[in-house]
């Protein structure tokens, strides 16, 4: 019987790829169109090399143990390490050129003897040895510039290929020519694409709001007009809380394979279908879903009502399926909304700004959602959802003004929406703001309107009358009332 060995792939530069700006020269296509399209590729590449390179050399399919997210892994026999770097080495040579030399395919083998924890860090030792010295394998030619000749006729692939094309096709396939592309419906080998989990078919959530005719994908600016109130449209994403320390703690291969497809599977399958519900499907588009993250772009509304649901959903999925690991890793998982300031703000832009607020929310706080200049904890976020439906009550059984929302919003002073985590203001006298909320009301003693102003005072200042607090999730809930009530 031959050795095994365990090998992982991992493509780096992914986000510098994505943001990255179309050539110069008149595009026949949209810079929306290009990072759909390249999304599209990130999302597939890492599932269909794996299985083309099995399918190339003969093996069986269940010699993959995961894919997707950037990164692959599978076990081969010995005598197969060579036709496998070979194949290896020809598609990171395309990727490299496809991305302009943004991307690069990196990967290492080893026998698989051993405790887990030892092959681990066998392979992390050697991918860590290819990422630090980037030069090894290409010293005499490390230099030389990328093909640009290449880079019309590779935006065209990732606009036209990779855009609505692979969200309609039935089939993704790989073909040796072409070892650095994904193919709709065509290639030498072609698997299935499901939203499912499936031993033969691509697990992939590809779910877009279309257009009023029915005939493309719905743009940025079009499901912005869909909103309830102001035409606004943004961009989530979600990324889950040390999901690489819940993998270190794993202690054997079948667990590490087990949990990451579970993941990958979460994602992409309750993303699907929430997005099919009624409240989103014509509002929300999915730009990718990874093995512990996504992201998404749609209505304003339509996002912060995904979130909730969504955190919802993977509470309820990390209690019955990580219910025998310990300790809090894995468990939770994050957010962060970005809203384009203006209809027509490129899409990589809104992409690359929801990521800074991910990435800001995670080093403040875990379990957690960045929304209008906020961090929030998800109960907070549900707190915020009930302000914003008491002040819309309220603005409709008063028949008030919206300037009612702007003097509220004045108690939080001009810097809070911009001072993100940080602590909010204490008010110093307190009877200040019941007399002015009374005023704002119109010192209407129906009881009504009394019932109101008080859950007004919780939610924006808590229930402690002695020493009352602004409540950050009591900005959020103005900010979502206002955007709201707009016309």
């Known amino acids: 019987m031959s050795e095994q060995l365990l090998l992982q792939g991992k493509i780096l530069g992914i986000e510098e790829f994505l943001l990255a700006k179309p050539p110069q020269e008149p595009l026949a296509f949209s810079e929306d169109e290009l990072f759909v399209g390249r999304s599209q590729w990130i999302a597939l590449i890492c599932e269909v090399l794996p299985r083309a390179l099995l399918a190339e050399l003969g093996l069986a399919r269940i010699l993959l143990g995961s894919s997707g997210g950037g990164q692959f892994l599978l076990v081969l026999p010995e005598e197969a390490r060579g036709p496998a770097e070979s194949i290896l080495s020809s598609a990171g040579a395309q990727i490299e050129q496809l991305s302009q030399g943004r991307l690069k395919l990196i990967w290492g083998a080893t026998e698989l003897l051993g405790d887990w924890a ?218 962060a909304l970005a809203l384009a300031p203006q209809p027509g703000t490129p899409l990589a832009s809104v992409f690359g700004q929801a990521g800074w607020n991910l990435e800001f929310a995670k080093s403040a706080d875990k379990n957690c959602v960045y929304v209008f200049g906020r961090v929030l904890e998800w109960k907070q976020l549900n707190d915020a959802a009930e302000l914003k439906d008491v002040l819309t009550r309220t603005i409709a059984d008063l028949r008030l003004s919206r300037q009612f929302l702007f003097s509220l919003r004045s108690f939080y002073g001009p810097a809070a929406a911009a001072s993100g985590a940080g602590a909010l203001p204490h008010l110093d006298r307190g009877w200040r703001f019941h007399a002015q909320l009374g005023r704002m009301l119109g010192g209407s003693r129906d009881r009504e309107a009394q019932k109101l102003r008080a859950q007004l005072v919780a939610d924006i200042v808590g229930k402690n009358a002695i020493q009352p607090k602004l409540r950050p999730a009591g900005l959020v809930g103005l900010e979502w009332a206002r955007l709201s009530t707009e016309v």
């Open 118 to 335: 030892v092959v681990r860090k066998r392979l992390n030792d050697e991918l860590r040895r290819k990422r630090s010295t980037p030069l090894s394998a290409r010293a005499e030619d490390a230099f030389q510039p990328c093909a640009a000749a290449g880079s019309a006729e590779a935006e065209e692939y990732f606009a036209r290929q990779l855009g609505l094309e692979t969200r309609e096709a039935a089939v993704i396939g790989w073909t040796p020519d072409a070892p650095g592309k994904v193919l709709p419906g065509a290639g030498k080998y072609t698997w299935n694409l499901t939203a499912n989990l499936s031993q033969d078919g691509i697990t992939l959530a590809r779910h877009a709001a279309r257009s009023e005719d029915g005939h493309h994908a719905a743009t940025p600016a079009e499901l912005g007009r869909r909103a309830e109130g102001r035409a606004v449209w943004g961009v989530l994403r979600g990324d889950v809380d040390n999901f690489g320390i819940r993998l270190r703690r794993l202690t054997t291969i079948e667990e590490h394979v087990q949990l990451s497809v579970l993941y990958k599977q979460f994602f992409a399958g309750e993303l699907e279908v929430l997005c099919s519900m009624p409240e989103f499907w014509r509002k929300v588009t999915i730009l990718y879903s990874g093995g512990d993250d996504f992201a998404v772009y749609g209505s304003w509304d339509a996002l912060i009502l995904l979130a909730r649901e969504l955190q919802r959903l993977f509470h309820r999925f990390t209690q019955e399926s990580l219910k025998d690991f310990p300790g809090p890793e894995g468990k939770t998982i994050s957010a």
